[in-house]
């Protein structure tokens, strides 16, 4: 009964999500083999042939067969039965099943590897995009949940951006590690076949070769790194969804939503709940509990092939790159949606008297006075007014225009904005900079993730055209 729970219910699975990659690895083996002398033409070719017979039919003739001892095994025996011993069983020459599964992983990789980053270019496009049209619409920014300095939404779009687009890079360092092939380390030591593995890694679309038997079965944490990534990727997005949460409800107003980011009550007509970014906020700390899961499933293990390591640990970063992909196409979603209230976003400003630190540095620049005699001003004339702005404002220019011999005009705050020229903050130059160097990482991400994913969609290619051209010979 155990095995029947650990392999007879896996078969369709496997064939759906290792088996692929498994046909191109054998595949490669044996071009490899052939070319190095260790297999005979004719057998080469006759495997090669059944493989491909195989493959195209999708892997029918593997259905309904006794599978007792994994998938793997089971199709390694039908190849044997299928064309005897001697040239079914040639497969596992110089190789083991413990260096094929290290590969697998790293190719089934791939495909959602490239949808993440899709993923995740497509929302700073979005970003960037909303930055650009929102540059000069006011609002206030929040510390300590509460409003603390005027700046605007393009301002604190190009925040987020620049933090997802920092975890996107992190991420795309990866593929350095993607690109190192772990065939030929066997079972952990290594085999004494004098095996060409540059060249099946290249037909693989890897760029190195094995160095270490013992580090290429035993190590996943390229895995594990990745997991860190997207667990890291996923509390920024859910810090960005708290936000967006909060400036969502009725006491901030601060954005119009369409019906199709919002979801209804069942028995509350006046509800318009912006859902979506609840479920940012859950994935976010479901994507955190896949990497415990995988570091608890790898701890204290031995330093080699295991299957609590190697495999079991394994099975969180599928959940995980679902869920960050969801909850980034949800954000995205939502950026590119949501339109800005800007008269509630600027009476926040105001009422929140976000201008006061610019006012305490006017007093500081006009009456030459340290900052903290003026933030004591400043601060008492806020009191004082207990919230009124009309009053406060009335006190400050009668204060600052008291003390000068040439009046000045009352401060006005989108100027106020235009002059945070300096730290990143959200004047003009300052905002169109951010903009420009925001695109050109954009711009870099997508360079580069090009020619990551090229490489292992023409190795598809050249691994087709080797076969061809060594079958037609």
């Known amino acids: 009964m155990i095995l029947k729970h650990l392999f007879n219910n896996t078969l369709r699975e496997y064939i759906s999500s290792e088996l692929d990659y498994l046909i191109k690895i054998d595949q490669a083996h044996l071009l490899m083999l052939n ?10 070719k006759s495997i090669l042939m059944e493989l491909i017979s195989l493959s195209h039919n999708n892997f029918q003739a593997l259905e309904n067969r006794k599978n007792t001892r994994g998938a793997f095994i089971l199709y390694e025996d039908f190849l044997i039965e299928k064309l005897g011993a001697e040239f079914g069983g040639v497969l596992q020459t110089g190789r083991s099943r413990n260096d094929l599964k290290a590969t697998i992983i790293l190719m089934r990789l791939r495909p959602e590897y490239y949808k993440l980053l899709n993923s995740c270019t497509h929302l700073l496009q979005t970003i960037g995009k909303k930055a650009a049209l929102y540059k000069k619409v006011i609002m206030p920014v929040y510390t300590n949940y509460q409003a603390a300095m005027p700046i605007t939404y393009g301002h604190y779009l190009l925040g987020i951006g620049f933090a997802i687009e920092r975890d996107c890079k992190k991420i795309l360092q990866l ?84 019906d199709e980011i919002v ?19 859950g994935k976010g700390s479901k994507i955190a509990g896949y990497l415990m899961e995988a570091l608890s499933a790898s701890n204290k293990t031995i330093f080699s092939n295991s299957i609590s390591s190697g495999t079991e640990a394994m ?80 006190q400050y220019s009668e204060y600052i225009n008291s003390h000068l011999s040439q009046p000045i005009n009352d401060p006005d705050i989108a100027d106020i904005v235009r002059k945070t ?14 903009i420009k160097e925001f695109n050109q990482g954009l711009k870099a991400i997508k360079r580069q993730k090009s020619i990551v994913y090229k490489k292992w969609i023409e190795s598809n290619t050249t691994l087709t055209n080797e076969i061809k051209v060594f079958l037609t010979a």
């Not at 070319?35 to 080469?44: D, F, P, R, S, Y």
């Not at 094995?210 to 859910?238: H, K, P, Y």
């Not at 009550?265 to 318009?272: A, D, I, L």
């Open 35 to 44: 070319k190095q002398g260790i297999i005979v033409t004719e057998k080469a």
């Open 175 to 258: 593929s350095d590690e993607l690109n190192v092939c772990p065939l030929g380390a066997s079972a952990a030591g290594g085999t004494s076949f004098n095996l060409d593995c540059i060249y099946t890694a290249r037909l693989l679309g890897f760029e190195k070769a094995v160095q270490n038997s013992i580090d290429a079965v035993a190590s996943r944490d390229t895995i594990l790194t990745l997991l860190s990534f997207l667990s890291i990727s996923g509390c920024t997005l859910s810090r960005i969804a708290s936000d967006f949460l909060i400036w969502s409800t009725n006491e901030f107003g601060f954005f119009q939503l369409p």
């Open 263 to 281: 979801g209804s009550s069942s028995v509350m007509p006046n509800k318009r709940n912006p859902f979506i970014l609840e479920h940012i906020q």
């Open 315 to 394: 099975n969180s970063v599928w959940n995980a790159l679902n869920e960050m992909i969801a909850a980034i196409e949800l954000l995205d979603l939502f950026i590119e949606k949501a339109t800005p209230v800007k008269e509630r976003m600027y009476e926040s400003v105001k009422s929140g008297f976000t201008f006061a630190t610019e006012f305490a540095n006017q007093l500081v620049r006009k009456l030459q006075i340290s900052f903290r005699h003026a933030h004591h001003i400043v601060g008492s004339m806020i009191t004082d007014s207990e919230g009124n702005f009309s009053i406060f404002m009335k």
């Open 421 to 434: 020229e300096y730290g990143g903050g959200p004047g003009d130059k300052s905002i169109e900079k951010q």
